[in-house]
């Protein structure tokens, strides 16, 4: 839960080191919120239509529900990539790289190969290791 929360903190600071370690605690607790907001996303879908699939309250409900996931989505979007920029710097390489974890098909080897591959040892053009 620490580094959840270290990382949100983090979540704007593009600068300095992300440890595998922390990188792969980090990647379970993204997983895990995905999958909640998604049973979310079915309970909120399943009660709409079951009890207020007519009702203007209940669509109102349903607006607001998916307005408030969206702004954390974003929110969340940006503490995803500051996490994956600081790790491509721990690896020694150029931020910008991130970019490969949200292309089709080449994203989930590029965000496996991000967990398991090793930073660099000592200081590198970004800083002391994390």
């Known amino acids: 839960m620490s580094v959840l929360i270290e990382q949100l903190k ?4 593009y600068t300095g080191r992300l ?3 922390d990188f792969r605690i980090w990647s ?3 997983v895990l919120i995905f999958i909640l907001t998604y049973l979310a996303h079915v309970g909120v879908m399943y009660l709409f239509y079951k009890y207020g699939g ?3 309250s209940a669509a109102t409900c349903l607006y607001a529900f998916y307005a408030a996931l969206f702004v954390g989505y974003i929110f969340f979007l940006c503490a995803i990539v500051s996490a ?5 710097h721990d690896i020694d390489r150029n931020g ?3 970019v490969l974890c949200f292309l089709p098909y080449i994203g989930v ?3 496996i190969y991000l967990l398991c591959a090793k930073g660099t040892q000592g200081p ?3 800083g002391p290791p994390a």
């Open 19 to 21: 440890s595998v370690s």
């Open 84 to 88: 994956l920029v600081r790790r491509h």
């Open 109 to 111: 080897g590029y965000w």
């Open 96 to 98: 910008w790289f991130f």
């Open 28 to 30: 379970a607790w993204v």
């Open 124 to 126: 590198n053009a970004y």
């Open 10 to 13: 983090q979540s704007f600071k």
């Open 54 to 56: 007519s009702s203007i």
